[in-house]
């Protein structure tokens, strides 16, 4: 899906933590029109009464949690036919067993926070062309960072501090 600059990109935002939020939204600047959620549930229901291109999502979040989250969004894309909407699971849990547990419930993305704008934007690039990451190898969201300083790009996620290759 391409936007133009008429066209915004419509993403849902959930995470409980008001300066994650501030930070995407700022990372996101123009490009976006982004309706936030501060927990699983209120993210649910945002999703119920609106489509998204992507939906970011938090793991550990009071009330409903983001894997919980993310099977009721798939079950809710079937109940109305919809088809499937990109989600990326955008946490600081980012071991293996994450990665595992976000691909069960659905995602089809992982992202480890911190991040930078630069692999946020590959993450839903890569997302929105079909693409999954969840199995740790984290070349997608590079291969599709808007930049070509392969030095400017450091960080993937907590644990993660290579270089591009």
Do not use: C, W
Not at 4 to 21: M, N
Not at 39 to 61: C, I, N
Not at 131 to 149: K, N, S
Request: proline letters at 5%.
């Amino acid at each position: 899906m391409i936007h133009s600059v008429a066209s915004k990109l419509r993403v849902l935002l959930v995470d409980d933590q008001p300066l994650i939020r501030l930070a995407v939204e700022f990372m996101l600047g123009e490009t976006a029109e982004i309706t936030d959620a501060a927990d699983g549930a209120a993210g649910v229901e945002a999703f119920r009464r609106r489509r998204f291109d992507v939906v970011l999502m938090d793991m550990d979040m009071p009330v409903m949690d983001g894997l919980t989250a993310v099977r009721e969004l798939r079950r809710l894309e079937a109940v109305r036919n919809s088809g499937r909407t990109p989600i990326i699971m955008f946490t600081s849990n980012d071991l293996p067993k994450h990665r595992a547990a976000s691909a069960q419930a659905g995602a089809d993305l992982h992202l480890g926070k911190p991040t930078s704008a630069e692999l946020l934007f590959g993450a839903i690039h890569a997302a929105l062309s079909g693409q999954t990451v969840l199995d740790g190898d984290r070349g997608a969201a590079r291969e599709h960072a808007p930049t070509t300083d392969s030095a400017a790009i450091t960080s993937v996620g907590p644990g993660d501090r290579r270089p591009m290759d």
